[in-house]
């Protein structure tokens, strides 16, 4: 009996002692299961943010760009007075338009940030009949250059100030408009070199580099020049020529 007795109390005490354990067990897997639930909150709560932060980072560092390549007001003056007192080679023929608040408004320049390259798109026409035509009230349009089909290079705006060519880059950039024989656009042997002799000298002036020698397509998809937007290599090599001749400068 007490054998027995003793051997029954032995059982309840191994129960009571598994219970116990089971408890324990069941304790430990309930703060596991809790826990690794939070965990997981918490790095998927982080990941979804990452996107967003490197969004963030991206925009700041494109707003850190920006700045650095922004001229400052001060170096934008100092181009433009520099632009002043300018003293202008032989082979550009001085022939300013009247202002008449279109064609020419005689507004300031902001800045001097790219050059950009027309064509007339009136074959045959001469240099000076194009700068006659920016003379009349009627016209509304101008460029600070002309280069005619046998190379002569005529100024119609002053340097610091707004010419009616480029739209809303009016305002920070010098035009040329360039004459040629026929309606594919193409210029003279005589036009192209006269062409790269003036950009160059303007990048000199201006402080730019061929890079910033742009096409009226390049503002407005406008086809114009007509040439060198339907053949991309010619002008590339346009630019090259400028770079050249700027070096040579
Ligand atoms: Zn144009």
Redesign the pocket.
Known sequence: MERRSGSEGDKRIAKGAARRRRRRRNKRLGFLLVFSLLAFTAVGAFLSQEPKRQLARLERLERLRAEQSETSPGQKAEKLSRLDGLEFPQWIDVQLIEIDGASRRGERLEAVRDIVI?YVGNPETTAQQNRDYFNNPDSEVSAHFVVGIDGAVIQCVPLTEKSS?SNDRNKDTISIEVCHPDESGKFTPETYDALIRLTAWLCKATGLNEKHVIR?YDVTG?N?PLYFVEHPEAWSLFRQDVKQAVKEL
């Open positions: 027309h060519a009226h406008k114009c």
